[in-house]
């Protein structure tokens, strides 16, 4: 290049840095198509996702309120249909939050799980659809405590009832026992008095 004149050399610069020049506006170019698209996806996602979760809502909160009614029966039913778009469109907490509650919904298992199980759906819609509140770590940790609550109270109940049917057989036998002594004395008394009556 020393021998080649300032000309050539200025126009070597100015084609390197026009391709340069391309290449990062190419590849901004591809950035902010790529994020367009992801965006408008999104977009329509939500476009789907909006209806779908105001009607799980519903449905949800017919569950938690009615319990064995028409109308719990209808909620289950819509519950049952929306299966295949949460499925789809929801995200992975949510669908399984939905899931759980179709499940527990259709074992008819204990209202208190159910009204735990459609408050813990609702906290993690209402995250997803307002991510700033973040209530569904709390439901969920006040779900779990009642859970456990329950549980325990039914052990307790369980030992209670166990310590009483231990009680119960241990009064029976006693009974049984002392039934057996009064004939035992009986006997012996009436021996007593046939022999004083042969002897006398």
């Not at 996806?41 to 779908?52: G, M």
């Not at 009615?66 to 669908?95: G, T």
């Not at 009680?167 to 009974?175: G, L, M, T």
Request: glycine share 8%; charged share 25%; proline share 2%.
């Amino acid at each position: 290049m020393s021998g080649s004149s300032p000309t050539v050399a200025a126009a070597l610069i100015g084609v390197g840095g026009g391709f340069v020049g391309l290449t990062v506006s190419g590849a901004f170019t591809f950035i902010t198509l790529r994020a367009n698209r992801n965006a408008a996806h999104d977009q329509r996602a939500w476009d789907k996702r909006t209806p779908l979760y105001e009607q799980v809502l519903t449905a949800a909160q017919v569950v938690r309120s009615y319990r064995r009614h028409e109308a719990f029966d209808n909620a289950v039913h819509v519950l049952r249909d929306c299966e295949n778009q949460v499925f789809a469109y929801a995200s992975d907490k949510v669908a399984r939050g939905h899931g759980r509650l179709l499940q527990h919904a259709e074992m008819n298992v204990a209202w208190q799980v159910l009204s735990n199980d459609a408050e813990v759906l609702r906290a993690l819609i209402r995250d997803e659809l307002q991510p700033s509140q973040r209530t569904a770590k709390r439901v969920m940790r006040n779900a779990k405590i009642r859970r456990q609550r329950t549980n325990q109270r039914a052990k307790d109940e369980a030992r209670e009832a166990r310590r009483l049917a231990k009680e119960a057989e241990q009064r029976a036998a006693s009974v049984a026992a002392g039934d057996a002594l009064g004939e035992g004395s009986v006997a012996a008394n009436g021996g007593a008095e046939v022999e004083g009556g042969a002897v006398s």
